[in-house]
């Protein structure tokens, strides 16, 4: 039954915030957040919250979103919060953090998004990780929901705690409010992989909307889009791209908390297909991967959903996998999804979020690339058969982005040489936060960001072979993790996040690759043989012998957004706190 504000015509879900809005649209085209709200919050969009199935818990209009962030404004104020103060808010997806997060920036107070406990392994090691970026950002006040705030005050030790029901209580203040600076910082934002120690990307008004902008213009925003996201709001994908973008274009969003969608992925796909509008959503290569292994065999996947009108199907945060993004099109054609509609993107905190969008209707095109050139050789340099990998087009620069290939010399690469590459524009971050030293190892004088990523440009479109710090290198040459992660994930029982690939220094001192798997085999004479089946599968395909230890399903660590890490992985197996599993020789 639609509500009062609601007409059929609105192509919005029963009791949803509208999708179709007399207000005309702007694309972002505006100076400062607190500007793009105040806009938005004259029309009846606004965000959509669901529960674990995706049933509508509560429509939020930006009318009502900005009226409880100028309240919160007010309320920071009174709390003694003085403009370039920072205020920690762990990013629950819900109305409370969205009123906090803009109550901040109308302030003149800069938000810090930080991760829930659930993103890691237990207790006390997310603990420990909210006591490194509080030390690192030196927030006046850390915000949590009620359920967390004995965690958070032990991880803050000296900052005052509040959770959202208590900030109610805080008196408002009668002072006005400072007028926001466009070249001002709007938030900070941590990377997803922040461990021991983090950088806070700080992001300023006028570099946010511009990026946001040209997110609008490279998706082709219609009236008809709504955004669908269960992406974390701690992440630049989730904070960017799902909440402040559709904000700044004035669209409708459908959120799903992230813990829900972990637990039951296909209520995305639900959502979407209950949108009788358009639909806007981005996933990293995972979501996609879990959606598609989620569908029983005994069901049709167009017996439950429609996925005809998702127009834009994105995908970034991580390496793009052709090979998923086939088994998804494979899993849901029948439903009505087009592979069309995929949106192969690169991106980075540092670049605020977007670098390069695929064109709307593109789809997911690659190219064969010969793995000898993609670890610095020379095409058919070597003797043996040739290998080749295919990499996906991320494709063009968006508006008011610059992008350069870069080689060892720090000359510019012609098209298809594979280099490092570097982007700069409007967007690029100001710096990180109390960190010069990192900022000027990155991000050049005339405004050069070195993004770490190895790839290569062709006709226009981006290429991302790998990032440079994951590259193993033994005796010389040059080989990249997702390789041979990938040539293991081909024997039967393995999937994506199951290994993972790095460098570790052998008895003698010489560099040796080290290979993490999931085993979930129980026999000791079974392990042995697995072992054994996928040392020879990684020799097989790369060339080279690695040590392989089996450990316990679940063991290889995460980023806060999903993301396997590789460095943490590495790590933990080092100091001894990953245990393989003892097979004898």
């Not at 039954?1 to 007409?7: C, E, F, K, Q, V």
């Not at 999708?19 to 649209?25: E, F, I, N, S, V």
């Not at 959770?163 to 006005?176: G, I, M």
């Not at 081909?490 to 994506?496: E, I, M, N």
Request: hydrophobic share 40%.
């Amino acid at each position: 039954m639609l509500d009062s504000n609601s007409t059929s015509a609105d192509l919005a879900p029963p009791g949803a915030t509208a999708t179709l809005d007399d207000q005309p649209r702007r694309i972002a085209d505006f100076d400062t957040l607190p500007e793009a709200l105040d806009y938005a919050a004259l029309g009846r969009r606004g965000m959509n919250f669901h529960d674990a199935r995706g049933n509508l818990e509560r429509a939020y209009p930006y009318s009502q979103l900005r009226e409880d962030a100028l309240a919160n404004a007010r309320r920071f104020i009174g709390l003694g919060l003085a403009p370039g103060d920072r205020i920690a808010l762990v990013a629950e997806t819900g109305p409370e953090f969205a009123a906090a997060f803009f109550g901040a920036v109308y302030a003149g107070v800069w938000p810090v998004p930080l991760p829930l406990p659930t993103s890691f392994g237990g207790r006390h090691a997310y603990v420990d990780q909210l006591k490194v970026q509080l030390c690192s950002c030196d927030p006046s006040l850390l915000l949590v929901p009620p359920e967390f705030a004995e965690m958070a005050a032990e991880a803050a030790v000296e900052i005052p705690v509040r959770d959202w029901d208590s900030l109610a209580l805080v008196e408002e203040s009668d002072s006005s409010l400072p007028k926001a600076d466009p070249d001002a910082i709007a938030y900070l934002q941590y990377s997803s992989g922040s461990t021991r120690f983090p950088h806070g990307v700080a992001v300023s008004h006028r570099g946010l909307l511009e990026n946001l902008r040209s997110h609008g213009i490279g998706v082709g925003l219609r009236d008809t889009d709504r955004c669908v996201s269960w992406l974390p709001w701690y992440h630049d994908m989730g904070l960017v791209g799902c909440m402040l973008s559709p904000l700044a274009l004035q669209a409708s969003s459908d959120y799903l908390r992230t813990e829900d969608f972990a637990r039951r992925p296909l209520a995305w796909l639900d959502l979407i297909s209950r949108n009788p509008g358009t639909s806007v959503s981005y996933s990293p290569t995972f979501g996609y991967d879990i959606c598609a292994r989620r569908m029983s065999s005994q069901t049709r996947a167009e017996d439950r959903f429609d996925l005809s009108r998702w127009r834009i199907a994105g995908n970034g945060a991580d390496m793009i996998r052709p090979d998923v993004m086939q088994a998804f099109v494979d899993a849901f054609a029948q439903a009505g999804f087009n592979a069309s509609a995929f949106c192969p993107s690169y991106g980075l905190a540092e670049a605020t979020l977007a670098v390069s969008l695929m064109p709307p209707g593109e789809g997911i095109r690659v190219e064969l690339v010969e793995e000898n050139k993609l670890s610095g050789g020379e095409p058919g340099e070597d003797e043996g058969p040739r290998r080749y990998r295919a990499i996906v087009n991320c494709g063009k620069p968006v508006l008011g982005m610059e992008v350069e290939v870069r080689g060892e010399d720090g000359s510019s690469l012609p098209d298809r040489g594979i280099g490092r590459i570097y982007v700069r524009g409007g967007a690029v971050m100001v710096g990180y936060f109390r960190d010069e030293e990192s900022t000027s190892a990155c991000l050049s004088p005339d405004g050069w960001l070195d993004t770490g990523d190895m790839g290569y440009l062709s006709g226009g479109y981006i290429f991302i072979v790998g990032r440079a710090k994951d590259m193993i290198i033994i005796n010389g040459r040059n080989y990249w993790p997702q390789d041979i992660e990938w040539a293991v994930e081909q024997l039967p029982g393995f999937k994506s996040g199951d290994i993972a690939a790095f460098a570790i220094t052998g008895p003698s001192g010489e560099e040796t690759p080290a290979v993490l798997v999931h085993c979930r085999v129980s026999d000791p004479k079974e392990r042995g043989r697995l072992r054994d089946d996928i040392r020879a599968r990684v020799h097989a395909i790369t060339g080279i012998t690695a040590v392989i230890e089996l450990v316990p399903p679940r063991t290889l660590p995460r980023t806060s957004s999903g993301k396997l890490s590789r460095t943490k992985a590495r790590s933990l197996y080092l100091s001894g706190e990953i245990q393989p599993y003892d097979i004898a020789a």
